[in-house]
């Protein structure tokens, strides 16, 4: 059984309802299953089947009776999260529903709330006693949340002591929708199902990797939360640096959730620290100025609706990270994320090493090999490499070769969302993060919040909007070869 707090939610009729009727029509799902909303938002639970229905037929198109059936295995609970007097309430009726679905008392409780509000609620579950399995109590109980998980080291910190406090590590899912994506999985397949590519995923043959996710949206009715967050917050901390360990770990003893999360927590661990002192070396933010993109004008950050005009949040972020281990010794890994940058793209670009000695004409001016995995939009694998171009002198030119996920295999492309939550349903941990790996991830980036947060920190560079990010981003790079790709 699936309980969803916070199912008024955009993100319930957005994302989740459609995640799980998509996996119902895949026959991913057991008959035994059901779904309940929580809320605060007083309505029936016909009313809010209504709305669902509304919501399929705008996100998936679905309508008929097999929507009628999907619906009849929905329910709704109205209440205040921090009423415990709710919580009896909310058992009783969910081993009714135990009876009338034969969900044998598995529980998933899904907290599509903020961290303030689900803390409330994980306290008020321990309470009820609703976390409990085993010592003869039928079915599992795990735990769903949201990010962000915390807001620096310290709160992390704390974040994990309240849950560990009414749950175990081993019930609770920390949930990153990158991870959920097809690219993403497919890395280590890639890697690792193919003995031509692992060979060269080193220091001899790599030069640098590059992480980009390129939003072209500015902040748009998210001013609230944003501006106490920023980039580095919002899309490194947790998205990219997942994406780093997944591209820079050691192939795992087996596919499983404890080998998976211990080789990315040895990433992280192999990250070599920066201090408040080197900060400006190694990091840089930006704030996106006026500008225009396609062909429209679009205002700054400063002047987006509940931005304070003296706001110092970036909107752009960079950062090198080096990893001291065998394998990636002397391998920068520049990770970089903004809005209202060119256009939409999420990818990861490995630069391979020149040749140790050009023989041809004009070899100097040949672009490096590179390797770039497309995250999103326009999922797939490309590779270029130099060649020579027909004709009777050797005049050499870079081919390009491309592997479409769309094209490839056809077909619908699941949606994040519905990975991890039949992952989660199913007890399978791989995709989601740990406490450990938590922790770690905000450690690594406190003393970069620390300096840019300082009273005496320096002003925040601005770009243009519509362009890849302030002109400082580009001297992170130390050597001619390497500059920022286009994704």
């Known amino acids: 059984m699936l309980v969803i707090f916070g199912a008024s939610g955009d993100l319930t009729r957005r994302k989740l309802v459609p995640a799980i009727w998509h996996l119902q029509q895949q026959g991913r799902l057991p008959e035994q299953f059901a779904l309940v909303g929580v809320a605060r938002s007083e309505m029936s639970t016909d009313e809010f089947r209504q709305r669902m229905r509304e919501a399929l ?32 309430r909310l058992g009783q009726q969910l081993q009714q529903l135990d009876d009338a679905f034969g969900t044998a008392g598995n529980r998933c409780f899904y907290c599509s709330v903020p961290p303030q509000v689900y803390l409330t609620i ?33 709160t992390a910190r704390a974040l994990n002591q309240s849950i560990h406090a009414v749950f175990a590590e081993h019930q609770i899912f920390r949930i990153d929708h990158y991870l959920g994506k ?23 043959y790599v030069d640098h990797v590059q992480i980009t996710a390129a939003e072209t949206v500015g902040v748009e009715h998210r001013a609230g939360y944003y501006d106490s967050s920023g980039a580095l917050r919002d899309m490194i901390q947790n998205h990219l640096l997942q994406v780093m360990c997944v591209v820079a770990m050691e192939p795992p003893s087996a596919f499983d959730a404890e080998s998976v999360r211990l080789e990315k927590l040895k990433v992280l661990k192999a990250v070599r620290p920066i201090s408040v002192g080197q900060v400006d070396r190694f990091a840089v933010r930006g704030q996106y100025a006026a500008g225009d993109y396609d062909g429209t004008a679009v205002q700054g950050y400063r002047q987006e609706e509940d931005v304070p005009a003296n706001s110092r949040t970036e909107t752009f972020a960079a950062i090198e990270f080096t990893l001291d281990n065998w394998r990636w010794q002397g391998v920068p890994f520049y990770v970089r994320t903004g809005k209202r940058m060119p256009h939409r793209a999420s990818a990861i670009t490995m630069q391979f090493k020149q040749a140790p000695h050009l023989i041809f004409a004009g070899g100097n001016d040949l672009r490096p090999s590179t390797l770039t995995i497309r995250i999103q939009p326009d999922e797939g694998i490309a590779l270029s490499f130099s060649g020579k171009i027909p004709g009777p002198d050797v005049n050499l030119g870079t081919v390009e070769m491309d592997f479409n996920y769309q094209d490839a295999f056809g077909g619908r492309s699941p949606e994040a969302y519905e990975t991890l939550l039949l992952d989660c349903l199913l007890g399978d941990g791989t995709l989601f993060a740990d406490s450990g790996w938590i922790e770690k991830s905000w450690e690594l980036l406190m003393p970069v919040l620390e300096a840019w947060n300082a009273t005496s920190a320096t002003r925040v560079p601005t770009y243009r909007a519509g362009t890849w990010g302030p002109r400082e981003a580009d001297d992170l790079f130390d050597r001619d070869w390497r500059a920022w790709a286009c994704p």
């Not at 097809?182 to 001899?204: D, G, K, Y």
């Open 57 to 88: 037929d705008e996100f998936v198109g679905a309508s008929g009776e097999e929507v009628d059936r999907f619906l009849a295995r929905i329910n709704y609970v109205s209440g205040d999260p921090g009423d415990a007097e709710f919580y009896g």
């Open 122 to 154: 994980i306290e008020q579950i321990g309470i009820a006693g609703l976390n409990q399995e085993g010592q003869g109590k039928p079915g599992w109980v795990r735990i769903i949340v949201e990010k962000p998980f915390g807001h620096d080291l310290d």
């Open 182 to 204: 097809e690219t993403v999985q497919n890395i280590l397949v890639f890697r690792l199902a193919n003995s031509m590519f692992e060979p060269l995923w080193n220091r001899r």
